[in-house]
């Protein structure tokens, strides 16, 4: 060991200490902020295969970015053998102008949790993807599914083929999930024997009377009326359309 025996060997030593200490503190304060930025030093929480994260809207929602073609609608229905059925609710339908096209993953979830960083193109492939997509009737669709995720709702039916849907796009298209979501498909799936849609014997769908949305009883559906028996806005494909007026033709009332 070198001892120091003069005041300016002291001092040397004191202010090369002081130049390590403030360069180790440098270094210290770059792997945080590298750790924070890009998960070098912290490692990333992972649930089957996808990365836990709070959902993030990283660029506006447009839903013009997720257009797909009505045909999907007939590839749905062949793929569950010419039935129009709607896995959620058991129920089969007489005709294809019952039914919404639902996407299981809706558009908006996906959006947060991902895509709002991916181009149009792959925004379209989501919307358009038939793993993704099964029939519902207006009143599940718009009324109480919605953009909700798994976490917000559940189908009363096909649960465990919905949540094993619903990771299999995610991984698909590298989206993340939040814990909320990540435990309520954990609960389904402890008591799942098969992630297969079951095809149940249920009763046809039967739209409500128009009584339910005519209020006076004159044979037409007014907004009014509409927005107080809360179907408002009503799309082509809802039976209170056909009693409507749609003014401009787009095929939506009571925007």
């Not at 998960?39 to 089957?48: H, I, P, S, V």
């Not at 498909?185 to 992630?195: G, L, Q």
């Amino acid at each position: 060991m070198i001892r120091c025996r003069y005041m300016k060997c002291n001092l040397m030593t004191f202010a090369a200490k002081r130049v390590y200490l403030n360069l180790l503190a440098k270094f210290f304060l770059l792997l945080v902020v590298l750790g924070l930025d890009s998960g070098l030093l912290f490692a990333e929480e992972m649930w089957r295969g996808l990365r836990v994260a709070p959902e993030n809207r990283c660029a506006p929602y447009d839903r013009n970015d997720y257009r797909y073609p009505q045909s999907v609608e007939l590839e749905i229905i062949r793929s569950m053998g010419g039935r129009i059925y709607s896995p959620y609710t058991g129920r089969y339908f007489k005709f294809r102008s019952q039914t919404d096209i639902e996407h299981m993953v809706a558009t908006v979830e996906a959006h947060d949790s991902g895509l709002c960083a991916r181009n149009n193109k792959v925004k379209r492939q989501f919307a358009s993807d038939l793993d993704n997509l099964t029939l519902a009737s207006p009143e599940v669709n718009r009324q109480q599914k919605s953009y909700l995720d798994a976490a917000e709702w559940l189908p009363h039916y096909n649960k465990c083929w919905f949540v094993h849907r619903n990771i299999q796009i995610r991984l698909e298209y590298q989206l993340t999930i939040d814990r909320k979501e990540a435990n309520a498909i954990d609960k389904v799936i402890e008591n799942c024997d098969s992630f297969q849609m079951v095809f149940y014997e249920g009763t046809p769908y039967s739209p409500k009377p128009t009584s339910e949305w005519d209020e006076n009883g004159d044979g037409r559906v007014t907004c009014k009326e509409a927005r107080k028996a809360g179907i408002a806005p009503v799309y082509v494909t809802h039976p209170a359309y056909k009693f409507m007026r749609d003014g401009d033709g787009d095929g939506v009332v009571c925007e």
